[in-house]
């Protein structure tokens, strides 16, 4: 029988491939952002995720997420994201000033984590998120793709050189990984999946540590699950006064 979906597997075969390689490259880390996360934990500080475009997304991944740790604030302006414009905000994501506005909102202090997630990582404003974010005391994670920021930097700043810790992506310049065969095209992007799996395992890491420690750790359970909605009330009461989009 003829494979009538052999671009589909190829693409899946790449991702596959794709994030079985991420802990190699990003091994130190992904240690390095969950002894920052962990850290934040037990101080009662929260880890804020700020992103524009289709970045924004992996803000929102870890937010009120069964399995996920509750202490996880989506920045969110929609100016920014696509839902309302999606050129108008890639403009706005070349604009400066624009963070700071969206920042006001926020009261990260120097006992929470910021992860800062652009895939080019030049962009006007995830730079200046993670200027404010340092400047405020916060420790800085960039997600990132340090091919792609590196290849089209040319000379300006990148959120990879601000950050305390770097979590790369691994993505080739233009996020594309499937060539078309017979065109010029490529299609297929990465970045989106690798950086949900790299939050994700982060999360996941210091949700056991807290665990294992005897500690209780923030986590939220699937809403259909027994005792979910007691269990996620709890948490919701929490961490509610903190986190203005539960």
Do not use: W
């Not at 652009?118 to 995830?126: D, E, L, M």
């Amino acid at each position: 029988m003829t494979d009538r979906t052999p671009t589909a597997a190829h693409y899946l075969d790449q991702i596959a491939a794709h994030l079985a390689g991420l802990f190699s490259i990003n091994r130190d880390a992904i240690a390095r952002a969950a002894d920052s996360v962990e850290k934040a934990a037990r101080a009662d500080g929260l880890v804020y995720l700020f992103g524009t475009g289709h970045s924004h997304i992996l803000a929102l991944e870890v937010h009120y997420r069964a399995g996920g740790l509750a202490i996880t604030v989506p920045i969110l302006s929609t100016a920014t994201m696509l839902h309302e414009g999606s050129v108008a905000s890639s403009a706005f994501e070349r604009m400066s000033g624009i963070s700071e506005t969206v920042f006001a909102r926020y009261p990260v202090s120097a006992r929470d984590v910021v992860v800062v997630i652009s895939n080019s990582g030049v962009n006007a404003a995830p730079v200046e998120a993670a200027r404010l974010a340092k400047a405020r005391g916060a420790t800085v994670i960039a997600l990132t793709s340090q091919t792609y920021s590196r290849d089209i930097a040319g000379g300006r700043p990148r959120i990879a050189d601000i950050a305390d810790i770097v979590l790369d992506n691994g993505g080739p310049s233009g996020d594309a990984i499937v060539a078309v065969e017979g065109s010029a095209l490529r299609v297929g992007p990465v970045t989106t999946a690798a950086g949900a799996s790299l939050l994700h395992a982060v999360m996941a890491e210091v949700a056991a540590r807290l665990a294992t420690s005897g500690e209780d750790a923030p986590v939220y359970l699937s809403a259909n699950l027994p005792g979910a909605a007691e269990h996620n009330a709890r948490l919701i009461e929490r961490y509610r006064p903190r986190n203005p989009h539960l």
